[in-house]
């Protein structure tokens, strides 16, 4: 797939317009032809525009990997609705949650390695508020889980069975424990060798991140994600750990991540990309900084590790970048809802 970006997006020759518009015309055709989605927003394929020409457009939502393209068309939906920056970002991940065909997030997700989902999930506010939950079953939406976290309780992390009393003292639905059709054909193959090997790649990745900012800058993330495949049970990976997976401030910008959950814990990866923007590197530049660092702390077992980054700081300039190839992101505003391959730190070959 030809990607929008290289590993910086300020690397663009403003006398090659021409011929960068025809490429991204024919990417984004590609993409949204293969996604075989209608992503609201995007009402012909020539109007999606790359990202580096709608800079310091607000308001700006980005996700991770294919999902996020319906997921950021709910997000733009709630904010043309009226809904609140912290409104859009649960509201879009909720689509991921609900989406059946999806293995990696909500309750139709791969289980542990004793047969069973449990969820984590994670929502920040630019101001500091934050709420998250982990370790938790039968809850369809952990994200508007975690966000009762943030509003009505003291804490910022709840787990487990307390988070499930939460769920059910907030009238959340308690769903029948089962696993989804996809996931126990892929759960009953996997035990057929029962090998636990907590490999992160293109092809077995997890979570939905996504950050967000209002028309008048305001900023907020969301992260969920059912987690590791065949994990060990009661394991929690950097999806809910708040500097993690997710980290939010309205003074600086916004960062999620993606991948091998252990790898981006030791690096306080979303924590680090914002601090990084905040003495001044741009999005990208701190993303690229955040793997160097990543593979650095993981250099053993680099090769069986995906981790990728997505950032954007309070004047709508954006970065991402990945460990491996196949990382990509959706990006959108009001307007337009596009597709993005990000960079990596090793490349294809």
Known sequence: MVSLISSNFNNLRPDSKLTRMSQRRKFIKQSLMGSALFIPGVSSIAEATAPSLFKGEKPLILSTWNHGLPANAAAVEK???GGSIIDAVETGVK????????????????????GITTLDA??????????????????????????????????????????????????????????????????????????YKPVI???NHDTIG???MDAKGNLAGSCTTSGLSYKMHGRVGDSPIIGAGLFVDNEVGAATATGLGESIIRICGSFLIVELMRQGRTPQEAC????????AKNSK??????????AMNKDGEVGAYAVHPGFNFAQATLQNNVMIDSGSHFKKG
């Open 95 to 114: 689509d991921t949650e609900l989406d059946l065909s999806n293995l990696s997030v909500g309750l139709q997700g791969l289980p542990d390695r004793e």
């Open 301 to 310: 077992d680099i090769k069986d590790i995906q981790a990728g980054f997505l």
């Open 122 to 195: 994670s929502i920040m506010s630019g101001d500091g508020s934050c709420g998250a939950v982990a370790f938790v079953r039968q809850v369809k939406h952990p994200i508007s889980l975690a966000r009762v976290v943030m509003e009505k309780t003291p804490h910022v992390m709840i787990v487990g069975e307390g988070a499930k009393q939460l769920a059910i003292a907030e009238g959340f639905p308690i769903e029948k424990e089962e696993l989804s059709p996809g996931a126990k054909k892929a759960y009953l193959k996997w035990k057929e060798t029962s090998q």
């Open 288 to 295: 690229e900084e955040a793997v160097r660092r990543l593979i």
């Open 201 to 203: 790649n293109i092809e």
């Open 79 to 81: 904010l043309k609705s």
């Open 210 to 212: 996504m950050i967000g």
